[in-house]
């Protein structure tokens, strides 16, 4: 939890538990800890954009718990300080059969696998349907676009492969030359062969030299 997570911050930097709002405004900026943010696949992606969004209602106050609202701003300012995002295969953009994609690599048996790509489908229709009848923007659009426009950081490292099943290689470039334009400090660490969130796994030594070495 963010509350845990600044603990051990403020555990490092030498600072009492008590002075929780105070500190945070009168620590040195060369004092404070970065924080890096390494997540994986859209699931992490999902959670990061969520984050963002509880960081902008600590600000604009609109989380009730001050303590909760001091430890996202906390968070907030140490990221806009020295903090990095590591996006490792992610967003993936969500074409319509990236789901038969997934049911694919799971590899589960026929009838099972079957089943799966069928419920999928229907769930699809209906999906598909209901954000036509009621004009609503759908979800993965919604994804794509705050990730395009997120302030939560202004340093990221984009790790993904053009062999990456899942991950669609090309609209991911396209998406980092997005955030290029928009002033982020972007670093790319692209292979060919490694598939979906498998690159640390495949390349451990160019994962960590050009990856983890950098962030911290």
């Known amino acids: 939890s963010v509350k845990a997570a600044m603990g051990i ?8 538990e008590g002075g929780r709002g105070n500190d945070v405004n009168q620590t040195d900026e060369q004092q404070q800890v970065p924080i ?15 984050f963002n969004s509880m ?32 996006l490792d295969s ?8 990236i789901g038969y994609k997934v049911i694919k690599q799971a590899s589960p048996p026929f009838l099972v696998g079957a089943f799966f790509k069928g419920v999928y489908f229907c ?14 923007e ?9 990730m395009i426009h997120s302030d939560l950081c202004r340093r990221q ?17 396209e998406f980092i030359e997005l955030r290029k334009g928009r002033g982020v400090d972007v670093r790319v660490m692209k292979f060919e062969d490694s598939e979906h969130v498998l690159h640390m796994k495949m390349y451990p030594k160019e994962y960590k030299e050009n990856v983890v070495d950098h962030a911290l």
């Open 36 to 50: 890096v943010l390494h997540y994986f696949s859209n699931g992490g992606g999902y959670l990061a954009d969520q």
């Open 55 to 86: 960081i902008r209602s600590a600000i604009e106050g609109k989380i009730e718990d001050e303590e909760d609202t001091q430890d996202l701003i906390a968070v907030r300012d140490r990221l806009s300080v020295k903090g990095i995002e590591i």
């Open 157 to 173: 490292i984009f790790v993904y492969s053009a062999g990456d099943s899942l991950t669609d290689p090309e609209k991911l470039d």
């Open 90 to 97: 992610t967003p993936a953009y969500m074409h319509d059969d």
């Open 138 to 146: 759908k979800k993965e659009d919604k994804y794509w676009r705050d």
């Open 9 to 16: 911050v403020r555990k490092v930097e030498g600072r009492e």
């Open 123 to 136: 769930t699809l229709v209906y999906y598909r349907a209901k954000c036509a009848i009621l004009k609503q």
